[in-house]
């Protein structure tokens, strides 16, 4: 894809689904008793590989359009032993996920995954899983896909997560419903709490006391009609974008505004700009807002500590933003930027170094040094869609083209990318 500069982006916007959130409305309605209703369902690549795996689990799921669908769940025990594999493409929080689901169900299952879904850590979720009780097996002593899971009766857990990790909390949230006692998870600090949220909704009572959650396990989740919004990972790009571009006034419509989510805004903030939540609204549990921005002048600063995971799939695009920034940006203790979809520490500075930009790896984190003239050229996404969407962000202010190669891995969490992007560009 070619990105020419601009002089802003103007109008309204609204982002596609929220790619985390419809992964849970897939899983969690498929858990419940009777038929669901899903709007708002991010039709990506990614979503796509968790609706596939659970078809092959026996679950109905009617597509009444690409964002509508309905979902005959069968109960914590409704699904059957697929015939082959279960093919969780590039998605890891399919592969985490099912590995909780399944662990305690009665038959054996494989999962498998792509090139790179193989290649990336399992350990930390098949460890926990093991201690209460499943049977799983698999490469690199039992950390890399694929993974076999003989279904077991599982025993309740009392589990401090070595890192903040929605998709090990969840996987052990989903493996707890089915074990025979109580389920206690500690965390180190605030992870995105969709799957508590998503499963507090359908019914199920949970207990939160500061970082821990008791689950009792047994408990029959009801359907219920879910309407995903917007993605704010997805928002994150064109707020930046709006914020970098000089003649920028952008609205962005029904946005989830999650506070574990939204870290990005309270950094990007920090740093100067002008941003401001409009309509605030709770719509199925989760929080929801449309985001105005108008262009800004920001400053560095130092990113760090406990609102890391809150903004850990915002770090592209933050980096964008700090290029344009008066000063070096620091983001450390976001080493889990490693084993992402690919190492996009490595990927960033290399990358951004292509265009023009100025860009120092860290073992943690990276360093921006703002003020940069971005130059333009080529580039290549690493077959990363946030790293492509990056990348083509940051070209808006460059002083020539920018080919970003290997730019239709966007697909993955947002097919219509550049068509939107397109749509409120003024050049």
Known sequence: MDILPVKGLQGELWVPGDK????RALIISSLASGTSKITGFLSGE?????????????VKILERSSANLEVQGGGLHGFKEPLSPLNAGNSGTTARLLLGLLAGQD????????ESLSNRPMKRVVKPLQEMGAAIIGRQNNNLLPLAIRGNKLKGIDYKLPVASAQLKSALLLAGLLADSPTIIEEPGNSRDHTER????????????KHKIFLVPG???QARDIAIPGDFS???FFIVGALITPESELTIKNVGVNPTRTGLLYVLQRMGANITLLNQRLVCGEPVADIYVISSKLRGTIIEGSIIPTLIDEIPALVSAALFAEGDTVIRDAQELRVKETDRIAALVSEFSKIGGSVSELPDG???????????????SFHDHRIAMALAIAALRAQRKTTVI??????????????DLAGVTIV
């Open 46 to 58: 990614d979503c796509l590989s968790t609706m596939g795996c659970l078809r092959q689990l026996g």
């Open 234 to 236: 997805s928002a994150a």
């Open 406 to 419: 290997d730019s239709d891995c966007v697909s993955i969490s947002y097919p219509n990318f550049f068509k």
């Open 20 to 23: 985390s959130i419809s992964h």
């Open 219 to 221: 408990q029959e989740l």
């Open 366 to 380: 990276l360093v921006v040094h703002g003020n940069k003239k971005i130059i333009g050229g080529q580039c290549h």
């Open 107 to 114: 038959f054996f299952s494989v999962i498998t995954g792509d």
């Open 198 to 209: 998503m499963l507090t909704y359908f019914g199920v009572q949970l207990k939160k006391d």
